[in-house]
């Protein structure tokens, strides 16, 4: 992955058209420098270094993000979307059928069952089951 950085690629891939560019150029720019003058050339990779630890701080998130955003415009293109009047779902509806309990949902009954009877709450790692 940290061989593309000097190709700007990682940028390219975010749309950042303006970034992906300007590592090419530095990248070209290192080249050239270092074909004529090394310590030009060191400076200009040092501050090629300073922007990819930049953007290896960030580029996670943005990824995330992005993808997450194409997965989201892909789900949503593949349905002409909710019937006409529809409200989202609701638990007294008549004639839905019950949803499971959530795990929080249950975990707050278990406690609730728990306290009732004046038992220590359940841990759920065999504590409760009677075992030796």
Do not use: C
Not at 47 to 62: C, E, M, Q, V
Not at 97 to 111: G, I
């Amino acid at each position: 992955m940290l061989a593309a950085f000097p190709l700007g690629l990682h940028r390219a891939y975010l749309d950042d058209r303006r970034g992906a560019w300007a590592y090419r150029v530095a990248s070209l720019a290192g080249v050239g420098a270092l074909l004529l003058d090394w310590r030009a050339a060191a400076l200009l990779g040092l501050a090629l270094l300073g922007a990819a630890a930049y953007d290896l701080f960030w580029i996670d998130r943005r990824v995330t993000l992005l993808n997450k955003a194409i997965r989201k415009r892909v789900y949503l293109s593949q349905t002409a979307g909710p019937p006409p009047g529809f409200r989202g779902r609701t638990i007294d509806e008549p004639g839905a059928a019950p949803r499971p309990l959530s795990f929080a949902e249950q975990e707050r009954l278990l406690r609730a069952m728990a306290r009732d009877r004046g038992a220590p709450p359940a841990r759920g790692d065999g504590e409760a089951s009677g075992g030796a």
